[in-house]
């Protein structure tokens, strides 16, 4: 699993470090090492640090890049926390938030002057296992530099993302990934561990620059947020609605297969010596979320598929195995209390083209950003009392017409193939 | 209560009886009477040495404490000369002596006396609605190993039933333990306080009601979940498990305390009532309040049963999601409700 490189998540050193020419990561570092800060969370009251993370110079008005999972706690409770940089040499300041892509996990801050020195943001794709240096202060440590190599954008992902065999650690979060000319690549983000890490494209970097943006304390970032977050949601579901369903097989069940290729999916078959049923097994998920704070992404979509067939338990038996598995409970995506409501809850039975299914359809809202919701579904379609699918879909962060929308389309594809 | 009755009447042939006069009873704490001995002749000596025509085991009792006579058509009772003396009713002066009345009350030393006339109108008799209770039929040892062995039936269906294993009788015996012994715990508990209440243990009676209750509860839960199922109410069930557990407690506490107290009915069905009330209370409580709570799943109960159970017609994909509409209001109330 992708993990977040904020400091005090999980420590991923690694061993393994890529050749470089002699001399060259030292002068990389030393010529571009005073255009990364550390970025400080810091809670108004006590002044003590509540997160950290890396940033770099964009700008000849001081503007700072990182990654928005970064300052999340500065968007969400700009009351409770003030945003501070500090340069290796121990200067440092205060940082004003500008802008925000929350889909691609950027910030954009400000530190007031003009610095003399900045990164220079470029769009070019470098080739693929070109040498790229990264930096950021992993773990508080102090400035680090770390070696590794470009190896294209992940093409499974919803979020484009550039895939950089290199250890980045947390902390460094936010920091610069840039070539041996100091032209910045990629915004550290991610690492899954064993020098796999992941970065944002600078492309998105330079949209999120030269965008025009609403300056000033007024600015309603929540707001900008759920924009952001709605626009999202809208550009994918429509793409996944615009085509007929790819389906596939489970015995005489046609079902959601893979609908798109930024989807996982994987599947087994289960079946116990001691047990009279055989359960087939189908999921998909994105594999890849938004993050808006530790205890909620968002921007996920999820489905499984369960055949079970009965043999020789009949129908009392089976269908009293099923109810015990048939529970809304296993639908979990993570939540923060601060974000969203309750669940509610409707169920009946639907009859869609001769198929029979129980239904039990949930939903719940964002509290701050009005017009987003969490929707999960939950069907057992029957086919008589030896074999029952359960089909489970989970979407989170989606407008009220997709949370509907969706799933009925997700429903009206499960189709019974003699 | 077995009363030893002292007087001379028992002495003398039957045919010099004189006309009972009335009677004298001795209370106890409670105002239960004790002894009642009819007065015939007299003179009647009353005190704690047994050459009284009234013994009284009392020993604030003098040896010789009163004597009754006949003044005229009047009762009379005077003091003699105890140590600890006489008093009427409630009152706190000591008498020398009393005339009696129907109802009048003495007391001497820490004992309560009370005359009655023979003409004193008794209350009209309770109707013995215990006599007709179908709680008797638990006497019968036919019906009681018939509960038995619907109780063991039922467990042992229920266990088959939810197993995914092929059948082993080994294990099906080994999962009726638990419940048992549990069945019997819950009835020894119940003997134990008959044994205590009315000297008599029943607990083979108690065993039967423990049962009767169980199969009772586990079988309407049963049908409930199939009604639920069958007319898509699955979000009443919850409601109607608890009610319907809360009659059951009731009457199965109702029974227990029939065989365990000697209370009239009405202040055992009260006590059973109040019990379970307090128990559905605490239920609905519990469950309002897990409600109120953030929780990161749904909450919410489902039924699944085979499709023959399906009672009420099915929606299209179509009206399923229209009726879903009033679910994007109840977000709103969720989530605004909050701070």
Redesign the interface.
């Known amino acids: 699993m992708i993990q977040w490189l904020l400091a005090g998540g999980g420590l991923l050193f690694a061993a393994f470090v890529v050749a470089a020419p002699a001399g060259e990561t030292e002068r990389v570092f030393a010529n571009y090492e005073n255009n990364v800060v550390q970025i400080r969370i810091l809670d108004q009251e006590s002044g003590s640090k509540s997160s950290i993370g890396s940033g770099f110079l964009a700008g000849s008005q001081g503007q700072v890049i990182t990654n928005f999972h970064v300052v999340a706690e500065l968007v969400h409770h700009p009351d409770q926390y003030r945003a501070e940089f500090l340069f290796e040499n121990g200067e440092s300041g205060a940082l004003s938030l500008l802008d925000i892509d929350v889909v691609h996990d950027l910030a954009l801050l400000k530190m007031a002057g003009s610095p003399a020195h900045y990164l220079t943001v470029s769009a070019r794709q470098p080739a693929k296992g070109e040498r790229l240096f990264s930096l950021g202060n992993p773990h508080d440590l102090g400035l680090t530099i770390v070696e590794g190599t470009y190896n294209g954008h992940l093409e499974k992902s919803l979020y484009e993302k550039i895939h950089f065999t290199g250890s980045i650690n947390p902390g460094m979060s936010g920091g610069p990934t840039i070539d041996r000319d100091g032209a910045v690549v990629g915004v550290n983000v991610a690492t899954a561990g064993n020098q796999l890490s992941f970065l944002v494209p600078a492309s998105y970097v330079i949209r999120l620059l030269t965008q025009p943006h609403a300056e000033g304390e007024a600015a309603d970032f929540e707001d900008l947020i759920r924009d952001q977050l709605l626009a999202n949601q809208q550009q994918y579901l429509e793409k996944l609605l615009a085509q007929p369903f790819a389906t596939l097989t489970m015995d005489h069940f046609k079902v959601p297969g893979r609908l798109a290729n930024f989807l996982n999916c994987w599947g087994d078959t289960q079946k116990r010596e001691d047990t009279l049923y055989e359960r087939v097994f189908q999921s998909c998920s994105s594999s890849d979320d938004i993050f808006l704070s530790d205890e909620q992404s968002s921007g996920i979509i999820r489905y499984s598929h369960e055949l079970y067939t009965s043999e020789g338990l009949g129908a009392l038996r089976f269908f009293g195995f099923l109810e015990r598995n048939f529970q809304v409970e296993r639908l979990r995506l993570r939540s923060d209390e601060d974000m969203v409501g309750n669940y509610v809850c409707d169920a009946d039975f639907v009859e869609n083209k001769g198929l029979r299914s129980k239904v039990v359809f949930c939903l719940r809202a964002y509290k701050n950003f009005t017009g987003l919701y969490d929707a999960t579904l939950m069907a057992a379609v029957f086919h008589g009392d030896g074999q029952l699918l359960q089909t489970n879909l989970a979407l989170a962060g989606v407008s009220y017409e997709n949370a509907v929308r969706f799933p009925r389309a997700y429903l009206e594809a499960i189709q019974w193939n003699p | 209560m077995e009363s030893v009755i002292y007087g001379r009447e028992s002495d003398e042939p039957a045919g010099e009886r004189a006309e009972i006069a009335g009677f004298l009873e001795v209370l106890d704490r409670a105002g239960h009477i004790a002894q009642r001995v009819p007065l015939r002749n007299f003179p009647v000596r009353i005190g704690r040495a047994y050459d009284n025509d009234v013994i009284l085991d009392d020993p604030y009792v003098s040896p010789a404490h009163l004597r009754m006579n006949r003044v005229g058509d009047r009762l009379v009772v005077e003091d003699l000369d105890s140590v600890n003396g006489l008093y009427r009713d409630r009152e706190r002066r000591r008498v020398p002596r009393v005339e009696l009345a129907s109802g009048t009350e003495l007391r001497v030393g820490h004992t309560r006396l009370r005359f009655r006339e023979r003409s004193f109108t008794v209350t009209p008799p309770l109707v013995d609605l215990s006599a007709r209770s179908p709680l008797l039929l638990l006497e019968k040892p036919l019906i009681l190993a018939l509960i038995y062995l619907l109780t063991l039936g039922w467990l042992a269906l229920s266990n088959?039933?939810?197993?995914?294993?092929?059948l082993d009788p080994k294990r099906l015996v080994a999962e009726l333990v638990p419940p048992v012994l549990g069945i019997l715990v819950w009835s020894g508990i119940w003997a134990f306080a008959s044994r205590l209440l009315t000297h008599r243990l029943n607990f083979l009676i108690h065993c039967g009601i423990a049962c009767l209750g169980g199969l009772a509860l586990s079988l309407t839960s049963v049908c409930l979940s199939y009604l639920a199922f069958a007319f898509?109410i699955?979000?009443l069930e919850e409601l109607a498990q608890i009610l319907v557990s809360t009659l059951l407690t009731g009457t199965v506490l109702y029974a227990h305390l029939r065989f365990c107290s000697p209370a009239p009915p009405r202040r055992l069905t009260a006590t059973a009532s109040i019990l379970a009330v307090l128990a559905c209370g605490l239920m609905l409580l519990e469950t309002q309040v897990d409600r109120s709570d953030?929780?990161?799943?749904?909450?919410?109960p489902?039924?699944?049963?085979?499709?023959?159970f399906?009672w009420?017609?099915?929606?299209?994909?179509?009206e399923?999601?229209t009726?879903?509409e009033?679910?994007?209001d109840?977000?709103?109330a969720?989530?605004?409700s909050?701070p």
Do not use: I
């Open positions: 088959f039933l939810d197993s995914v294993e092929p898509n699955d979000s953030f929780s990161a799943t749904p909450d919410y489902t039924t699944l049963k085979p499709p023959a399906q009420t017609p099915s929606k299209s994909v179509g399923f999601f009726q879903a009033a679910l994007r109840q977000t709103e969720m989530s605004e909050e």
